[in-house]
């Protein structure tokens, strides 16, 4: 706790102290020194320095050991040093209107640093937007592109205690750098692809085996048909375009077809058709393979048999 007797000596007014700032000071210091009112105004003068304790001293000493001393010497300072309201509103503007981080500054003493120097707009009723607010403090981090977007996608809402919230989160490194670990509800997933692909295959050869021949009362393949689609179609293979079976089950999967990938149709060469299913884990089990290409599709449990239904079912 500091010494009582510190409270006598008043606070001091440097060359680069605010004026407005100093008698704050002066005013809380007043409400706590053990001085009599009338020698306030002494201890103050002398602890002035330059211009400011001139125009003190310009003062009769005794107009300043009275119990209106300090309203006097206030009264005189403020011929000297206070400005007007105009003046000062528009420097507390510009300051915060320029402020910008710094490469040093960490993103929590620029916030804090923001937060002040708007609040001295504040006493000047300048008062802005909070979406705009929670704009210009995102302008003013200088983040690059990237982490303009990332701090975007991480705010909640328009609301400057979000966009707080969000820079202090991603950036809490102590250089305003964006932190490898914070995930900032933004996760990614390594995801495994399965393709099944749909080929044109109107012009094979016929040495080629084409157009395939299907046998139901193989093993490979079921008795029944596919399902319909959501559109009211018959599905198909996506190899052989057979509606008794998918492409998972194709005895015909393993066939080599020339793949052409093309930005337009430039000939009448027929192109092959991809249609890509991604998978969240490594292996995918059959049922799981099959709900996904269902998708949309309803499956219709007639309580038959394997016999009848086929044992892939």
Avoid at 2 to 28: C, F, H, L, Q
Avoid at 35 to 53: D, P, Y
Avoid at 81 to 87: G, I, L, Q, R, S
Avoid at 162 to 180: H, Y
Wanted: aromatic share 8%; net charge positive; with cysteine.
């Amino acid at each position: 706790m500091a010494d009582r007797n510190s409270y006598k000596i008043p606070p001091a007014m440097g060359p680069n102290t605010v004026y407005e700032t100093w008698k704050n000071e002066i005013a809380v210091w007043r409400l706590v020194t053990d001085l009599e009112k009338k020698r306030q105004a002494l201890a103050v003068t002398l602890s002035l320095t330059g211009q400011a304790r001139a125009k003190a001293l310009e003062i009769d000493v005794a107009e300043l050991n009275k119990d209106t001393g300090m309203d006097t010497l206030i009264h005189a300072l403020d011929s000297l040093f206070k400005k007007e309201t105009v003046d000062l509103a528009y420097e507390a503007y510009s300051k915060f209107d320029s402020f910008r981080k710094s490469d040093t500054m960490t993103m929590s003493d620029f916030i804090i640093e923001y937060e002040h120097r708007y609040n001295q707009c504040k006493r000047y009723e300048m008062v802005l937007p909070d979406a705009i607010l929670s704009f210009k403090l995102l302008d003013s981090s200088n983040l690059s592109q990237k982490e303009r977007q990332l701090a975007l996608t991480a705010a909640t809402d328009l609301k400057f205690d979000a966009m707080k919230s969000a820079l202090k989160r991603i950036f809490n490194d102590g250089q305003g750098k964006m932190d490898e670990g914070a995930t900032s509800g933004i996760t990614v997933k390594q995801e495994s692809a399965y393709m099944t692909r749909k080929v044109d295959y109107n012009k094979q050869k016929p040495s080629q085996g084409w157009p395939p021949k299907f046998n139901r009362g193989t093993a490979g393949s079921s008795r029944g048909t596919n399902p319909i689609d959501k559109f009211g179609r018959r599905t198909k293979c996506a190899i052989c375009q057979s509606i008794f079976h998918w492409a998972k089950d194709c005895p015909h999967r393993s066939d080599p077809a020339p793949v052409k990938l093309t930005e337009g149709p430039c000939d009448n060469t027929p192109e092959e058709n991809c249609n890509l299913t991604l998978f969240t884990k490594e292996h995918k089990t059959d049922n799981e393979i099959f709900m996904t290409e269902s998708f949309g599709c309803a499956v219709l449990d007639t309580a038959c048999t394997r016999t009848v239904c086929g044992k892939k079912w």
